[in-house]
């Protein structure tokens, strides 16, 4: 059902995206009409390019939103945001179509038209749209291809916004269906209504609208070379979370750049503090253990889908790979409340020293006869395989499989699974790529 | 993968108005 349900979301947007087909087949003009000749079809494509591109630049600040309901839909808030690039890069593309498509139709009668209308002109509403299309433009070069200063990336991706808000105005004053068709413009008002919603809630009232919680940092343990557990206490709207979900995070005050990063958790919800275990791989996280006690934590969460109880098989694999133990050891710290889960951990490392949980692991384990460890440590074993996992827990059909790791790792073990005849609703897996 | 197409998609866009722009401004028959 869960599964399912994760579905949902894609095929609400595709049919939302595609649904200004409908009101542009019903224009004022005849649909015979629209594809008569060359001129027709080609200006009927590039019509379609900018409505259907324009749709989801609408949807996609509705998936920046970070609402929690998208979750249910998506199947986590990092699905959800796998989502938010993925749609952002295809309405990019659409909207790049629209001009071309639109130059090709006036290529069919005259190449002077068409390069005129690459340039500013009299026209106003088209300047717009020229305006709009250069700034996502450069916005996306720099946010895509260079790697940028955190505040300033932040600054630019802020401004599709502004990028959109352009776009509405171009879209609605520029002589087209739109301006002509009451039907298709209150269709696309609504798209445009939704778009500057969502983006006043996320990103111009946030602070008003969006709920935090404030946590005090009480120490930042370095756990190996890399890996750092950050401490936290509860100051104000302290929030419910699951086992295996992550949070938004920014440190004020605290030493180190006010950047949002999603951190996973690796407390039990029952403890009073909540721990982070971060990996430092970048500038960031790297300065994290210069994080000065008693500074605040902004949080916003608890988000992700990654929890066992959420599936009502209770015979488990649970499968980690490096840092990707963090949510397993969140769940392991829980299962003791939940007696009727039998699970196998498999927790895959490059090295002893890897193994930051594995002695904690190993504890919880020795106290719950439901529960077991097996190290996989690859420099002396090889390889983590289903092979492996066949050989210590048995037949693999009837059990769920939670992976989480680095994506090469998951993305095999997940064919390995599904060639032995493992069903995909049955593997579980959390990717970090917000 | 998105990255890629987009990369694709951005060469294929300024290939395209530049050459369009090339011929209808210099070489068109009025032009």
């Known amino acids: 059902m869960v599964k399912i349900k994760s579905k949902i979301g894609w095929t609400v947007v595709i049919i939302l995206s595609l649904s200004p087909l409908v009101s542009w087949y019903f224009a004022l003009q005849p649909f015979e009409a629209r594809i008569g000749n060359s001129y027709a079809v080609w200006t009927s494509l590039g019509q379609i390019a900018g409505l259907v591109g324009f749709t989801m630049y609408a949807i996609d600040l509705v998936l920046n939103t970070r609402l929690k309901f998208l979750e249910d839909y998506f199947g986590g808030m990092n699905r959800v945001y796998i989502a938010h690039h993925t749609l952002g890069g295809i309405s990019f593309m659409l909207l790049l179509m629209h001009p071309l498509l639109l130059a090709a139709s006036f290529l069919t009668y005259s190449s002077e038209e068409a390069a005129l209308l690459f340039l500013p002109g009299d026209d106003w509403a088209r300047n717009l749209g020229i305006t709009a299309l250069s700034l996502m433009m450069a916005l996306l070069l720099l946010t895509f291809y260079r790697n940028l200063p955190y505040q300033i990336w932040r600054f630019l991706h802020t401004l599709m916004g502004v990028v ?271 | 993968m998105i990255k890629k197409l987009v990369t694709i998609m951005l060469c294929l866009f300024w290939f395209t108005v530049l050459f369009i722009l090339v011929k209808g401004l210099f070489f068109s028959a009025g032009g």
């Open chain 1, 164 to 434: 959109f808000l352009i776009g509405i105005l171009h879209s609605f004053f520029i002589a087209s269906d739109i301006s002509r068709e009451p039907f298709m413009m209150y269709h696309m008002l609504f798209f445009a209504v939704l778009g500057v919603g969502a983006y006043t809630y996320r990103t111009l009232l946030g602070r008003f609208f969006v709920k935090r919680s404030f946590y005090s940092l009480v120490v930042v343990k370095q756990l190996n070379k890399n890996t750092v557990e950050i401490i936290l206490k509860p100051l104000k709207n302290p929030f419910v979370y699951k086992p295996g979900q992550f949070v938004f995070v920014k440190f004020k005050n605290a030493g180190i750049n006010e950047e949002v990063h999603p951190f996973s958790i690796s407390s039990a919800s029952t403890e009073q503090q909540l721990v982070l275990t971060v990996k430092a791989e970048g500038d960031y996280t790297k300065n994290l253990v210069n994080l000065m006690a008693g500074a605040t934590a902004v949080m916003e969460g608890s988000f992700g889908r990654f929890t066992y109880t959420n599936y009502a098989n209770t015979q488990q694999i649970w499968i980690a790979g490096g840092i990707g133990i963090t949510p397993f050891v969140s769940m392991a710290k829980e299962l003791v409340s939940t007696p009727q889960y039998k699970v196998d951990l498999y927790y895959s490392v490059h090295d002893q020293e890897e193994a930051v949980y594995l002695s904690d692991l190993q504890k919880i384990a020795a106290a719950n006869a439901n529960f077991r460890v097996i190290p996989v440590i690859s420099t002396i074993q090889g390889r983590l395989t289903v092979d492996t996992i066949e050989k210590g827990s048995g037949r693999l059909d009837d059990k769920d499989f939670f992976l989480c790791g680095p994506p090469p790792m998951m993305h095999s073990l997940r064919g390995q699974l599904r060639k032995r005849k493992v069903k995909s609703k049955n593997i579980h897996s959390e990717e970090f790529q917000l």
